[in-house]
């Protein structure tokens, strides 16, 4: 074993060359997490390259993501970040045994986009730059001890080096013996010991400055926070829900989302940590009289509570991106007439506080009572992961348009004069959402005995409302089924069609006809830019 050089083959100098680099961008990214432990996770640079990716990810990359991954979308991203780094990082280390220069070389391009992913971001700041700084000047550390012990730049091969006993010695007592040889004078001999001593040092300080950085963040964390909340109740309640609205069949969408069933979807890769002391709301524009508000100023105006089903333009047909909550909030409307709207202003642009952006029309908004800047879902405060400490409400929009998470400013504006950020992305400007129905059960290829069979699920178009479902098996006549009692226009509506299945295999499809007498189309279109259509199916065996 000992006997065997590092440099004794092209293979063996590339492992350690791979070796080196990876264990030096390990390095720089655990160095970098513990040293945004201390000065906030906005300067993470996997997080910073992240979210710059996800903001510059074309339409159709991102379609395709979020309708195949769905709700896994980040930790995909993630995951392709760290291997295109790995990559990366083994030729940059590859290099550096040729010449220490490339290395450094390499790890400066690497410096410089994850420090301007870092500070290109709107809430970030210059101490953001700092974790990127210092890990790579970890790294370049890391970088040049191991290259030096696995044997620097290329030696004079191996024909120059007389035999086995010269070999052993190399890992011994390397510098004077390789010296001494003419033709290398600057070569390295690699000292295989200290190489995976360094290498393991190198693991270690990796290990620990990113547990010790993973503890710290955790400093940054709201939940606390949030728990200590208390919210008033309700100046208007919301209609007691009947009885009939939930349906008493296995495996149907309960009618209200908890939250932790509830979608997720944004463009945050770490979670926004605010504090509700340090969050104001500012509402500008085209207004009167501007105004801002503190957590407090909104905790104390009049509360609305509102049932309202939410959805997601990026939903397939059948998908998973829509939910029923209780919201509790301020009414948009009424915050609206304080400022005083001027004619013309016809956007209601609402911005997170990582520079997100909807927009959503005022009409819309001020025509309806339960439109909110909403505090409280399903009871609580809102879930950190569903905007907290306040975010944007509007029945009957998709979320793009309208439902701002961490919302931390309103402007009004006009349509024409600026583009929220997925209708920058192509995105419709309008954003209604359409009327969808979703086969819950059977489940898709879920075997079931011949006989009566329930068949259900949801229907929605919020604002709106369901007014019939109909069901058909294998391209028959269209069947009414039976409606659960509708808590209002905003929300879904459970259904039941009781099918009596003979054995084989069996095509299901769904459509709903909304509270305006339009039938959902049966054609199917993607989700850009507007949202999907198209009849749910599921395929069904009898046996
Ligand atoms: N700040 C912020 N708010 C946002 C988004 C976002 O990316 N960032 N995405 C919107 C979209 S596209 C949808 S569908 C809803 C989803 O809300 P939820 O995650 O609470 O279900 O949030 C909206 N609000
Ligand atoms: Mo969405």
Redesign the pocket.
């Known amino acids: 074993m000992i006997g065997k050089k590092l440099s004794g083959s092209a293979a063996r100098r590339a492992l350690v060359g791979a070796t080196s680099g990876l264990l030096a961008a390990a390095a720089a990214l655990g160095v970098a997490q513990l040293v945004a432990g201390l000065t906030g996770p906005l300067g993470s640079p996997v997080v910073a390259v992240g979210e710059v990716a996800i903001n510059l990810t074309p339409v159709p990359v991102k379609d395709f993501v979020i309708g195949h991954v769905g709700s896994h979308d980040k930790q995909v991203l993630v995951a392709g970040i760290l291997l295109m780094l790995a990559a990366f990082a083994a030729v940059v280390g590859m290099l550096a045994l040729r010449r220490i220069g490339y290395g450094f070389a390499g790890l400066a391009v690497f410096g410089v986009l994850g420090a301007a992913a870092a500070i290109t971001r709107p809430n970030s700041g210059p101490a953001d730059l700092v974790p990127t700084l210092v890990g790579v000047a970890v790294a370049a550390v890391a970088l040049t001890l191991l290259v030096r012990a696995g044997g620097g730049r290329q030696r004079p091969g191996p024909t120059s080096l007389p035999g086995p006993a010269t070999a052993v010695q190399d890992w011994y007592a390397p510098a004077p013996l390789a010296e001494a040889r003419p033709g290398a004078l600057s070569a390295r001999t690699p000292d295989r010991r200290r190489f995976l001593a360094l290498a393991a040092g190198t693991a270690a300080v990796t290990a620990a400055g990113g547990l010790a950085g993973q503890k710290l963040l955790s400093r940054f964390n709201v939940d606390r926070l949030r728990a200590a909340i208390r919210l008033a109740a309700p100046a208007k309640r919301a209609p007691a829900v009947t009885a009939g609205t939930q349906l008493p069949i296995p495996g149907i969408t309960p009618f209200f989302t908890s939250d932790a069933s509830?979608?997720?979807?944004?463009?945050?890769l770490v979670l926004?940590q605010i504090a509700p002391d340090e969050w104001t709301l500012r509402v500008h524009g085209m207004v009167d009289r501007p105004l801002e508000l503190s957590f407090g100023d909104l905790l104390r105006r009049p509360l609305t509570e509102a049932d309202i089903t939410?959805?997601?333009?990026?939903n397939q047909v059948g998908g998973p991106?829509a939910?029923n909550a209780r919201w509790l909030g301020a009414s948009l409307a009424a915050l609206l007439r304080e400022a005083g709207v001027h004619a013309g202003a016809d956007q209601i642009l609402s911005t997170?506080?990582?520079g997100?952006t909807?927009g959503t029309p005022t009409a819309v908004v001020m025509s309806d009572p339960d439109a909110l800047l909403a505090v409280g879902m399903n009871g609580q405060p809102l879930p950190i992961?569903?905007?907290f400490p306040a975010?944007m409400i509007v029945p009957g929009l998709?979320?793009?348009a309208?439902?701002?998470?961490?919302?931390t400013d309103i402007e009004l504006t006009s349509f024409a004069a600026q583009r929220s950020?997925?209708v920058q992305r192509g995105y419709s400007v309008m954003g209604p959402i359409k009327t969808m129905s979703r086969i819950d059960v059977p489940k898709p290829f879920q075997q079931v005995h011949a006989g009566r069979t329930a068949v259900a699920g949801v229907a929605w178009a919020p604002h709106r409302g369901i007014e019939r479902v109909q069901v058909q098996a294998d391209g028959g006549p269209w069947h009414d089924a039976q409606l659960a009692a509708a808590d209002g226009i905003d929300t879904w509506r459970q259904w039941v069609w009781y099918w009596d299945a003979a054995p084989g295999l069996h095509q299901l499809q769904v459509r709903a006809t909304d509270g305006t007498g339009a039938t959902q189309p049966g054609k199917r279109t993607g989700i850009f830019p507007n949202g999907a259509t198209g009849w749910d199916s599921a395929a069904v065996t009898v046996t």
Request: hydrophobic residues 40%; aromatic residues 22%.
């Open positions: 509830f979608y997720r979807v944004d463009t945050e926004p939410l959805a997601c333009v990026s991106l939910g997170s506080n990582d997100w909807a992961a569903h905007g975010r998709f979320g793009y309208s439902a701002t998470k961490w919302v950020y997925w």
